[in-house]
Each structure stands twice: as structure tokens, then as C-alpha cells.
């Protein structure tokens, strides 16, 4: 499918626990058309708000459009298309690839939010250029993804870079995975409400980062020693990952990096302290330029790409 410039297009949809975004992509990278809804609970339901944003656009555009992309979070069984386990959607067994496309009758791709957000990054946005970018997603949860000469990096079973995961601190505090000492049990918006309620912060609402920030940032004795400490074990967490991939880039993305500035000093001084000889200098590491859009934008390039 082209249009009037022989451009091809495609469909960008980025599934997230509240949002669902769905967008039309050239192959520049362009946003041509985009629109969000409320993600449906039942997934049938979230395949036909798909399929209506998908049509809506497409007519507002007056072009065709041939494939979509389709980043969901995970664990996923990439093979099959399937989302095998989505805690916030509290979907499980969803064969989303095989309902999208039977809805739209095109090919469907599809990827983790995170590896797609990558994608995005790497092919249009902060990553570049780079030979390798990792991307780190500070939300909720601890996403990650290495794009690797423009190829998502996805491992034997498509659960690669994981980074929420890496035990930082053995023995430590406990994961929703079921492990100790994961990144993601210090550093994400639950872990950090989590840790300011144990010593009577906030009512451990996700939303209240914020504040958190802006109390560490004013040197608040209550608040400096464990969110200095999370934001040294984030340091070492994505240190690890780096000295493994040795990127030339690593971009932050995610709701947690709207406070960048308070914490940025400290994480990148730790990262390149713990890097090593690995990885990017300082000035390679940064914040994403596509922000919220770089989930569209990487899920249409991977269908672009075919
Ligand atoms: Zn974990």
C-alpha cells in the first residue's frame, strides 16, 4: 500500500494498562494521524476499539494503509504471537496477534512495549545513529530493550533485557516476580510509594513520585538515604545490563523521568562509575525524544520493516 509520495504506511499500536494509543506511520518515522481510548478490560473488546481507531484514521488520512505493529506489555510467547501473562491488563493467554489481524485482515507484528519503544527510539528518536541503544523504561514497572544494529534484541524465548528483573541487592527486597532484590523492587513507581509508606509517606498511591522527587531534591532527611540508595541500585541494574551489551547510547523513557532532573546527576555518575570501560560516556546518556509516542512509532517501523 502506498501513498501519493510512494511512502507505505502502517499502523502503530502501543497497548498499555490505561491507555491504548493507536497512530498511522510513514516510513520517515512521521506520525501522520494519531488517537488514544481507554484500554477495554475484556480483550475482545480492546481488538474492536483497535479495529474502529485503526478505520477512523485511515479514512481521516484518505490513504490505505497495509500492515500494523502492535507493542503489548508482557511476558509474551513471541512465536505464537500470544500475550502470556499482562498483570496490569490482568490478561492472560490472549492471542492478540492472530485477533488483530483476523479483525483487519493485514499482518500483524508484534513486540514488548518496551522492545518496541526501543525500535522507535533507535530508528527516529534519541537512539539515533547508535550502533546499539539500550532503553530503559521507568513507569510502574522496569522495562528494557537493546536494539542492535537495528534488530530488537530478544533472546532464545523473547524475555531479553528484562531489566526490572537483575537481582541488584541479593536477599533484598521482595518482587512481584516472586524474587529478592530485583531493580524493579527499588526503582518504579510502586516500589518507590511502597518505601516512602514504610516510614509514613504518602498512602503508597504510585502517583505520589513525585513528591518524592521533590522532597529528595530539597535534601529532606526522611526521604534522602532510601531514594539515594534506589537511585544508586538503578545505577548498578542498568550498569549491568551495559557492560553485558555495551551500548552506545542508553535513553530513559517513562512517567518517573518527568522528575529527570532531581536524580539525574547521581544516576549518571553511578552509571558510569559502574560501567566501566562498557558502554557510552556521560553525554550518551540521556532522555528519550519521542516520549509518549515512541511505542507507535517503533510498533509501525517493525511492521515497515516486515
Ligand atoms: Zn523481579
Not at 2 to 17: F, I, K, M
Request: glycine share 18%; net charge negative.
Amino acid at each position: 500500500m502506498t501513498h501519493a509520495n510512494g511512502q507505505r504506511l502502517a499502523w502503530g499500536v502501543d497497548v498499555g494498562g490505561t491507555d491504548c494509543k493507536v497512530g498511522v506511520v510513514d516510513g520517515s518515522g512521521a506520525v501522520r494521524a494519531e488517537t488514544e481510548f481507554q484500554t477495554p478490560d475484556v480483550p475482545a473488546e480492546a481488538v474492536r476499539a483497535i479495529e474502529r481507531a485503526c478505520r477512523e484514521l485511515e479514512s481521516a488520512l484518505g490513504e490505505s494503509v497495509g500492515r500494523l505493529g502492535l507493542g503489548v506489555p508482557g511476558p509474551l510467547d513471541l512465536a505464537r504471537g500470544v500475550i502470556v501473562q499482562a498483570p496490569n491488563l490482568g490478561w492472560r493467554d490472549v492471542p492478540l496477534r492472530r485477533m488483530v489481524a483476523d479483525a483487519l485482515g493485514c499482518e500483524v507484528v508484534m513486540d514488548n512495549d518496551a522492545n518496541a519503544a526501543a525500535y522507535g527510539e533507535a530508528w527516529v528518536g534519541a537512539g539515533q545513529g547508535a550502533g546499539v541503544l539500550l532503553l530503559i523504561t521507568l513507569g510502574t514497572g522496569v522495562g528494557g530493550g537493546v536494539v542492535d544494529q537495528g534488530r530488537v534484541f530478544h533472546g532464545a524465548r523473547g524475555l531479553a533485557v528484562e531489566i526490572g528483573h537483575i537481582v541488584v541487592v541479593p536477599g533484598g527486597r521482595p518482587c512481584s516476580c516472586g524474587k529478592r532484590g530485583c531493580l524493579e523492587a527499588y526503582f518504579s513507581a510502586h516500589a518507590l510509594s511502597e518505601q516512602a509508606a514504610e516510614i509514613g509517606i504518602g498512602d503508597g498511591d504510585p502517583r505520589g513520585h513525585r513528591m518524592l522527587f521533590e522532597r529528595y531534591a530539597a535534601g529532606d532527611p526522611e526521604v534522602v538515604p532510601w531514594l539515594g540508595r534506589a537511585i544508586d541500585v538503578l545505577a548498578q541494574g542498568v550498569a549491568q545490563a551495559g557492560v553485558l551489551f555495551d551500548p552506545d547510547r542508553i535513553v530513559f523513557t517513562g512517567g518517573l523521568t518527568r522528575s529527570w532532573d532531581t536524580y539525574r546527576d547521581r544516576l549518571v555518575e553511578g552509571l558510569v562509575g559502574d560501567l566501566g570501560p562498557a558502554g557510552p560516556p556521560a553525554e550518551g546518556i540521556g532522555l528519550t525524544e519521542l516520549g509518549g509516542r515512541a511505542g507507535i512509532v517503533g510498533a509501525a517501523g517493525l511492521a515497515l520493516r516486515g
